[in-house]
């Protein structure tokens, strides 16, 4: 089996509703988004890789549509927390690409989630 891993950065603003703290204020964040892949060495393409880097980023690019993200607004959401993000991304990039298995999203460079669904 082979993991392929590509990390994306995104600029976003968010306001936390629920949370309870000083996150109920709009405030920013540049999100690091990291895209899991796995497949069998036996199931890679033509070019001998899992899935070419560019066709992953323009796929994230086109699902994403523009930096500097309102995330209440884009995900429809009171509550857009790293752990629906995570989601919210997986499920709007696994139709394009298939053999993804896990998106982590990280506001800080310590704090991160990743959403990875049950088999």
Known sequence: ML???????????????????????????????????????????YRNMIMDTYDIEAIFN????????????FMDSEDPTMEEMSKFFYDGLKPKIE?????????TPETGVTYEPME
């Open 62 to 73: 086109e699902f994403i549509g523009v930096d500097h993200l309102n995330l209440n607004e």
């Open 3 to 45: 993991t392929l891993v590509s990390e994306h950065r995104i600029y976003g603003c968010h306001k936390l509703k629920n949370q309870g703290g000083k996150c109920t204020q709009w405030h920013g964040h540049q999100y690091r988004v990291i895209l899991t892949l796995k497949a069998p060495y036996k199931d890679l393409d």
């Open 99 to 107: 053999c993804l298995v896990s998106v982590g999203v990280y506001e």
